[in-house]
């Protein structure tokens, strides 16, 4: 874990000048103050076109975003209860990367950012991001990431699409179920909404260890998932299962529910999150939901994108998979960035590094060993492969195709060093992020 707190970083001097010159307040926000909590809890319902909070929705956000780094933009002369016209909020994350189960990097998380539709057009929303950019950095975190409700809006900041996920829709009807191997001893048992949170929590905790890409979760959305948020018109349909094995350990959770079908009589799943630990925790979970009765379509999402899904169904055409952007990074320390992780094969080659913010600019030397151990040094040699900061951020964890990037002209390399680098980033199982944040 990172030992600094995002909350002791201070605002960005270069963005408040800029947005002061244009009459507007740029400031932390102190969310142990009930009032600036609310504010900023409505204007972010405000920006994501949720309905208006209540109290009881305005105490849960503010357990969250107590223990983060806010950010408003307010009005000039605005009252102390007066609501951002843009947030964003951030907090320092172990994100899982290729090597011993529990490696990572210290990740500074981006969330809540909005800008109202009074102040578009204002330069806000870029002195909100390149804020958030410059304060991770001075601060030492090496990358930044998020997850984008938009796609086109966070590649001018430099981030990169890293963790592609899939989302899955299986004909239940048509897949013909799910046949278990008699050596699975896995039993599912239904939880109570309390369990069911503290079960999402647990395995979540452990699972995400292993998977390169994912972070840790945080209460209020174990919570939400479970269906205990009452401001969630879902909540009352969520239901939840858990995989056990033959010691009485939680293998698997599935939060889930069921959309009664207004034409037929039966309804499809839509799952609200499943995390397995073991492949027999996976496999009796997607049984449960494949082969549950009464049941058309189920629908998941935030998937990897080599979940084996389309393998335990009897009929592969019952399953529909599409491939979609989720977690982006921007790469902030290059050296640390590279030097965290271990590598699948020997590489030895230059890297020049275009950042137009000049935060990660530059040239390096990424030597990597027999035992897959990289060493990153200053360089003024000749590069051997030239990328924008955006497509290193897509590559570094393995998730997306050297050779695709140099296909689509992101990568100047020859194919032979592309394929190098493939060979060395590249990982036996998909990276993945499971959660949106």
């Known amino acids: 874990m990172h030992s600094l707190d995002a909350r002791t970083v201070p605002a960005d001097p270069h963005a408040q000048q800029r947005l002061q010159a244009s009459g507007l307040d740029y400031r932390v926000v102190d969310a142990t103050d009930p009032v600036a909590a609310r504010a900023f809890a ?62 990572h990097l210290p990740m500074w998380a981006i969330s809540s950012v909005t800008v109202s539709a009074t102040h578009r057009r ?11 950019l410059r304060a991770a950095g001075a601060a030492g975190v090496p990358v930044a990431g998020l997850t984008a409700t ?10 990169g699409a890293a963790l592609p996920v899939a989302r899955l829709q299986v004909d239940a009807r048509r897949a013909g179920g799910i046949a278990l191997p008699a050596s699975d001893r896995v039993t599912v048992e239904y939880l109570e909404p309390e369990a069911l949170a503290t079960a999402l929590d647990a395995v979540h905790e452990r699972t995400r260890l292993t998977r390169v890409g994912d972070i840790a979760g945080w209460p209020e959305r174990w919570r939400r998932m479970a269906g205990l948020a009452p401001d969630d018109e879902k909540a009352r349909a969520v239901r939840g299962v858990r995989a056990i094995d033959p010691a009485g350990t ?53 998937r990897a994108v080599d979940d084996p899904l389309p393998w335990l169904v009897a009929n592969q055409r019952a399953v529909q998979t599409a491939v979609h952007d989720h977690g982006w990074l ?31 600019d530059g040239s390096w030397r990424l030597r990597v060993d027999a035992d897959g151990v990289g060493d990153v040094q ?20 393995g998730g997306v195709s050297a050779p695709a990037l140099h296909a689509a002209g992101r990568l100047a390399a020859t194919a032979e060093v592309a394929s190098a680098w493939e060979n060395a980033f590249g990982l036996p199982v998909a990276p993945s992020l499971s959660i949106w944040y």
Do not use: Q
Request: charged share 25%.
């Open 42 to 103: 409505r204007a972010d319902a405000r920006g994501f076109l949720d309905p208006e909070p209540d109290d009881a929705a305005v105490a849960r956000a503010r357990e969250t975003v107590i223990d983060r780094r806010n950010i408003g933009v307010f009005a000039p002369g605005a009252a102390p209860d007066a609501l951002p016209v843009a947030t964003v909020n951030s907090w320092i994350t172990p994100m899982t990367v290729p090597g011993a189960p529990g490696a």
């Open 122 to 132: 204002r330069g806000i929303a870029r002195n909100l991001l390149e804020g958030e």
């Open 150 to 159: 938009e796609a086109t809006i966070y590649g001018r900041y430099g981030f």
């Open 250 to 302: 939680t293998r698997g959770v599935l939060a889930y529910t069921l959309d009664e079908l207004r034409d037929d009589f039966g309804a499809d799943l839509r799952v609200r999150h499943l995390d397995a630990e073991t492949p027999e925790a996976l496999r009796a979970l997607w049984a449960f939901a494949v082969n549950h009765d009464l049941i058309r379509t189920v629908h998941a999402d935030l």
């Open 330 to 360: 921007r790469v902030l320390d290059v050296p640390a960035v590279l030097r965290s992780r271990t590598y699948r094969a020997p590489l030895d080659v230059v890297l020049r590094v275009a950042d137009p913010l000049g935060i990660a």
């Open 378 to 397: 200053s360089t003024h040699v000749a590069p051997d492969v030239e990328l924008g900061v955006g497509a290193l951020g897509s590559l570094c964890l």
